[in-house]
């Protein structure tokens, strides 16, 4: 894959993380019965991140969790092929029964992630509401979702790649568009 462009670099990543922190405070009025769940894997960073935010906007913190998708993927054998899918577990540190779930994503595409997601989390409980907060939103929705919060909008083709780079993984923060 050959790199485009490079449509947000650290800064722009920290605004707009920034500005979904005080998107999702201000529609929850607060942070009272609501917790950020990250999918694995760079969901979880950029929840993490939010949390941070969200901590030192309103004084308290807001609990983390993380999940797994692997097995709720609608895809699971055409991804796998003929490999044993690597299970990475979920942990969810509280009772998400009447919470108000806030899944956090990388990038938002087919929507394929998104619902199998909701699927895991329904699975371990019944919240009172799913929210959906993604750093990119690139379009090309196979499901009807879509985002309550989104960092950037990035209209893609279907030739094109949105690739994310998070310090944690791979040591920069970056979003950049690659040509398949």
């Known amino acids: 894959m050959k790199e485009k462009a490079i449509v947000l ?16 405070i201000e ?28 901590e030192k906007i309103e004084g308290k913190p807001i609990p983390v ?23 990475h577990g979920s942990n969810i540190p ?9 899944l956090v994503d990388d ?7 998104v619902r199998a997601a909701m699927d895991a989390i329904m699975d371990i409980g019944r919240p009172a509401q799913i929210q959906l907060a993604v750093l990119v939103d690139r379009g090309h929705r196979e499901l009807p ?20 780079e998070l310090k944690e993984v791979d040591s920069l923060d970056q979003v950049s568009i690659h040509e398949k």
Request: with cysteine; hydrophobic share 40%.
């Open 9 to 24: 670099d650290e800064q722009a990543i920290r605004r707009a993380l920034t500005r979904i922190a005080h998107e999702i």
């Open 27 to 54: 529609r929850n009025k607060g942070i009272e019965n609501c917790l950020l769940v990250g999918i694995k894997t760079r969901g979880i960073y950029l929840a993490d991140r939010l949390a941070e935010r969200i």
């Open 65 to 87: 969790g993380e999940i797994d998708i692997t097995l709720y993927r609608d895809d699971l054998t055409i991804k796998t092929s003929n490999h044993e899918p690597q299970l």
């Open 94 to 102: 509280v009772d998400i029964t009447n919470q108000t779930v806030i």
């Open 107 to 113: 990038v938002l595409y087919t929507g394929r992630t």
């Open 145 to 164: 979702i879509r985002a309550d919060f989104v960092g950037k909008n990035i209209p893609t083709s279907s030739s094109e790649v949105i690739v994310v």
